[in-house]
């Protein structure tokens, strides 16, 4: 995600992310994948934000690398003992090298011709059997939010198709509605898949 409005628009509301409230749903899929990953297991918190999920995931005894384009999140999760590194979807380059791959409401923000091709990279990233986590927004179309982030929207049909494109195996699916940053309310989808 190299889209500056976007990281802009995160970068003027570091504090108010922090407070936003997970939903039951997203702190209960959040468990499910340090416990189908298991302790010891190296996972890429993919979009990281400020580090949040990473904390958690590092808590469960997961060793984890945080990659995001926003530098105020990635100063954010160092200070907080994450590892941290400045990046972008496209620094997804490596093979069989991670046990889970947590990509929670991170890939909506990629333009939608870039969609498929960084599920392949993820796919490609992990070891056989690892797990991925995708968290999206359900809908259609792309559109900015009242923050100036971009946003691409799949229907549930889509996001399947991509994974199983991607070689991925979609093990389960949660949806769930939330309060995001914006203030909006949004429906979502959190997908549970292994390579």
Do not use: W
């Not at 889970?100 to 909506?108: D, K, R």
């Not at 011709?113 to 259609?140: E, V």
């Not at 389960?172 to 939330?178: E, N, P, S, W």
């Amino acid at each position: 995600m190299t889209d500056e409005r976007t990281i802009n628009a995160y970068t003027n509301k570091v504090a108010e992310y922090l407070k936003i409230p997970l939903p039951p749903e997203q702190l209960e899929a959040r468990q499910a994948f340090a416990d189908a990953v298991g302790a010891g297991g190296y996972v890429l918190d993919l979009g990281s934000g400020p580090g949040s999920d990473s904390g958690f995931l590092m808590r469960q005894g997961l060793k984890v690398r945080a990659l995001d384009a926003t530098p105020a999140f990635v100063e954010h999760a160092r200070e907080n003992g994450v590892d941290a590194y400045l990046g972008t979807f496209d620094d997804v380059t490596e093979t069989a090298e991670y046990d889970g791959v947590y990509a929670s409401f991170s890939l909506l923000h990629a333009p939608r011709a870039d969609f498929q091709r960084h599920l392949t990279a993820i796919h490609r990233a992990l070891k056989p059997g690892g797990q991925l986590f995708l968290g999206m927004k359900l809908g259609t179309g792309e559109h900015r939010d009242d923050l100036d982030r971009y946003y691409t929207y799949y229907t549930e049909a889509e996001i399947e198709d991509a994974l199983n494109k991607a070689g991925c195996t979609i093990d389960r699916a949660v949806h769930g509605m939330g309060k995001g940053l914006a203030g909006s309310y949004d429906g979502y989808i959190l997908v549970f898949a292994h390579a």
